[in-house]
Every structure is written in C-alpha cells, then in structure tokens.
C-alpha cells in the first residue's frame, strides 16, 4: 500500500553538502513520525533525524548543527539537508514511516563522502 523512494544520494567530498528526499505513495491517513536512518558498513541501522507530528526534531549526536530533517505534510515528502559532510557520514540512508499500525522503509539510498 505504501511504498517509500529515496532519492539524493551520492559521491561528494568532505564538507560538500546533500540533500536526500523521500516520497510517500499510497494510502496514508495518519502519520506519527518519519525519520532518516543510515547503515555505515560493518555497523548497526542508526538513527540520524526524527520528526515527529508535533515537528519536534531529534538528532544523533554526531550530525547535529550539520544536519536538518524536513517534511512537507502535503506532498508527503521528507527531506535531509546535509552539510559539512565527513567520510564517517558514509552510509546507506534510510527513509522510514511510522504509522498507527504501520511501519515502512524506502529501499535506502547510498550516500559516499571521500576525505
């Protein structure tokens, strides 16, 4: 029913900048939060950015004041600006959907930053 794509993703070098969009399809009623996840090789799926119904906005520790989280409720649409990107942010980013009795995940899309 809902399917979630990636797009943005990329080969930039240390302190370029990004921007990775998610677009939702489907039937969507209600949405509790969305949020951006990455999985760097070797590592555990990490949360990156959250934000929740409110707007209210949540960041790991390792992106804050590089990263911002967004969302367009119309086009149900959410966004990750990312700059001074460094070679730790490297990693397969991940789109995800929190619904009332629903969670769905995009397919990921890879994001390279070389030093």
């Known amino acids: 029913q809902v399917q979630l794509v990636e797009s943005g993703g990329g080969l930039v070098q240390a302190g370029g900048s990004l921007r990775l969009s998610c677009a939702a399809s489907g039937s969507i009623f209600s949405i509790n939060a969305m949020g951006w996840y990455r999985q760097a090789p070797g590592k555990q799926r990490e949360l990156v950015a959250v934000i929740n119904s409110s707007g209210s906005t949540n960041y790991a520790d390792s992106v804050k004041g590089r990263f911002t989280i967004s969302r367009d409720n119309a086009k149900n649409a959410l966004y990750l600006q990312m700059n001074s990107l460094k070679p730790e942010d490297t990693a397969v980013y991940y789109c995800?959907?929190?619904?009332?009795?629903?969670?769905?995940w995009g397919q990921g899309t890879q994001v390279t930053v070389s030093s």
């Open positions: 995800r959907l929190v619904l009332h009795l629903d969670d769905v």
